[in-house]
């Protein structure tokens, strides 16, 4: 099967709370959404970002805006205040998260 990366198909967003990061995803197509909400899983998103995140991720799905909220526990080092990183924000994280490749969808006839 081939693949392709989130960055093709998807924008994304980061912001921070503390110690947790949001990731937005949002597909530039809306007819890929329900595509998205089957490939783009919490365990898929906890597994390419391993290094990052070493919490729970929930996901939240934005039917409505044909998008998806991904909250990241324990992603930022401990936060702005705290973090010895160069990203304590975790902005730069977004363009990790489009590195990840899925399953292309494919097409009814």
Request: include cysteine; aromatic fraction near 6%; charge should be negative.
């Amino acid at each position: 099967m081939s693949k392709v990366k989130l960055l093709d198909i998807a924008h994304s967003r980061t912001g921070d709370k503390g110690n947790t990061l949001n990731l937005s995803l949002i597909p530039y197509k809306e007819d890929d959404y329900d595509w998205l909400a089957k490939e783009v899983t919490p365990e898929k998103v906890k597994e390419h970002l391993k290094h990052i995140i070493k919490g729970e991720v929930q996901r939240y799905d934005l039917e409505n805006i044909k998008a998806f909220n991904f909250v990241c526990e324990d992603s930022l080092g401990g936060g702005v205040t705290t973090s010895l990183a160069m990203d304590t924000h975790g902005k730069s994280i977004s363009s990790a998260f489009l590195e990840m490749e899925i399953e292309i969808q494919e097409k009814n006839n």
